[in-house]
């Protein structure tokens, strides 16, 4: 059994890869938002060739020699480049004549591989020269940068509008709106700092105050019932009296050391 590749010419040329990269705009909740699409403008391909692959086995009968050919598929010339035989034949033609020859499909495969490489290392050549490639790569790698810089800016300021900002080769579209991003990224920081070393030195005194009235109880003498509306009264006297919600006064700081020294003690 052997496989034979028989090159065929087709009667029209294949359109390729899009020519440009281009930037287009929508609106999203009153923003403007910086996309892209590749444009409707392909390249041609000239080469119409395209290739029969087959494979053919010889037996004898009656004393005679004869031949059986099998039908695997046609692929077009750049169809050897961008696409296996896999993508190309449907997986249950190949079971199916793998039952009927006795072999597996693996070996179907490589038969077909063995015979298809070295025009596939022929097609990469010339392919890899021309203006289309070329073309397709400086795209690929411009869409990779534009990935690479949306990811860390999502990191960074816990954004996901880049697209907002920047248009995928990087252009800054929008500086008000991103500097909008970095002034509530700036305040999220600072609230953030507010609250680690309000919280910090709120642990720090929690058994070392001066309010013996409000120290820790070995034991609370709360049921559960009472510890619900406790619960309830914590959360309300928290949201009210939060130094976020206050500007960070000192009376409300030291309220809300107050109310969580009262929740310890009521233990909710």
């Known amino acids: 059994m052997y496989c034979v590749i028989q090159e065929i010419e087709r009667k029209t040329e294949d359109l390729g890869s899009p020519k440009e990269l281009e930037v287009y705009t929508w609106s999203f909740c009153g923003e403007t938002v910086y996309d892209y699409r590749h ?10 060739k395209a290739y029969k692959i087959s494979l053919h086995k010889s037996y004898r009968e009656n004393g005679k020699v004869k031949k059986k050919q099998y039908s695997i598929t046609t ?3 750049y169809d050897i480049y961008e696409f296996a035989v896999e993508d190309c034949v449907h997986s249950g033609k190949i079971k199916d004549l ?27 050549e010339e392919y890899e020269q021309t203006e289309e490639y070329k073309t397709s790569r400086k795209h690929s790698e411009i869409i990779r940068k534009y990935n690479e810089a949306k990811i860390k800016f999502e990191q960074k300021y816990n954004s996901m509008k880049f697209n907002r900002c920047y248009d995928v080769f990087l252009n800054l579209r929008n ?38 009235s409000y120290q820790v109880n070995s034991k609370s003498n709360y049921n559960d019932e009472d510890k619900k509306i406790l619960k309830k009264m914590y959360k309300k006297l928290a949201m009210e009296f939060h130094p976020d919600r206050n500007n960070n006064s000192e009376e409300s700081q030291r309220a809300m050391q107050i109310i969580n020294n009262l929740k310890d003690e009521w233990e909710v």
């Open 39 to 48: 444009s409707s403008e392909k390249f041609q391909r000239p080469i119409k």
């Open 75 to 77: 692929m077009g010339y």
């Open 98 to 124: 793998a039952a009927e020859l006795g072999v597996t499909e693996e070996y179907i495969y490589n038969l077909i591989y063995k015979k298809l490489n070295p025009l596939y290392e022929q097609i990469k």
């Open 175 to 212: 500086k008000d709106f991103l500097d909008q991003i970095k002034k509530e990224y700036k305040q999220q920081q600072q609230s953030y700092e507010n609250y680690r070393s309000y919280y910090s030195d709120n642990y720090s005194n929690h058994n070392y105050n001066n309010y013996s």
